[in-house]
């Protein structure tokens, strides 16, 4: 049974803008300062919308934007990771869902690094502490992302947790999936952007 945590969202604008070569973009940056809010309540998600490929009316006709605080670490950039495919997983340390599916997200971070995945966590809401505790109960090594007032979860039209977001690796918008995600769904969408998830079989020998 998947466990889902609904966050209530409205539409927020959109800055557009362009990354060098003159690609058109659409730019999502954090606004820093805001207080830290409360968890919201975990009711079942809607059955159309479980482990279903949707965009949520983002632009999958230029590139996604992206920046944020990272916890420890230098500011994500999402432009910065042109060519390769990337895997956003919004989460909190609070959310059933977003616990249970974690290892799995940490596995394939481990596993397909090597085959162009990067993963990056991006936390909702929440001050660094908890999310350090969560960071070494789960053993994560890749970078994590500050969402801390909620902003770039609103902007990209995100409504639960977790969430997850893949992008190809040049830049655009591939697939929002909503859910603690099982491992074959994590494979079919990480192969849609361009990770080979396993090397291909060996051709036969002639005998």
């Known amino acids: 049974m998947r466990r889902w945590t609904f ?4 539409a927020a604008s959109i800055a557009v803008g362009s990354f060098a070569g ?3 973009s659409t730019a999502f940056s954090e606004e820093p300062g805001a207080a830290v809010g409360t968890p919201p309540p975990v009711p ?11 965009t949520g009316g983002l ?3 230029r590139r996604l934007g ?3 605080r990272v916890l420890d670490g230098p500011d994500f950039q999402l432009e910065k990771l042109l060519g390769h ?6 989460f909190a340390t609070w959310c059933p869902g977003c616990n249970q599916m974690m ?8 596993r397909f690094a090597d085959h162009g995945l990067i993963v990056v966590g991006v936390n909702f809401m929440e001050q660094d502490n908890p999310v350090r505790a969560f960071r070494e109960r789960f053993h994560i090594k890749f970078p994590i992302a500050m969402d801390v007032d909620g902003g ?7 409504q639960y947790l977790p969430s997850s977001m893949f992008v190809t690796p040049d830049g655009y918008l591939s697939c929002v999936m909503n859910g603690d995600l099982g491992r074959r769904e994590i494979i079919k969408e990480i192969t849609s952007i361009g990770v080979v998830p396993e090397d291909p079989p060996a051709a036969a020998t002639p005998s």
């Open 7 to 10: 966050v209530s969202s409205t």
């Open 22 to 24: 003159g690609r058109p």
């Open 44 to 54: 079942t998600p809607p059955p159309q919308l479980r482990n279903k490929c949707v």
């Open 59 to 61: 632009p999958m006709d």
């Open 66 to 68: 992206l920046r944020m």
């Open 85 to 90: 495919g990337v895997w956003l997983n919004f």
């Open 103 to 110: 290892p799995d997200v940490v596995e394939f971070s481990n």
């Open 152 to 158: 770039i979860f609103r902007r990209l039209r995100l």
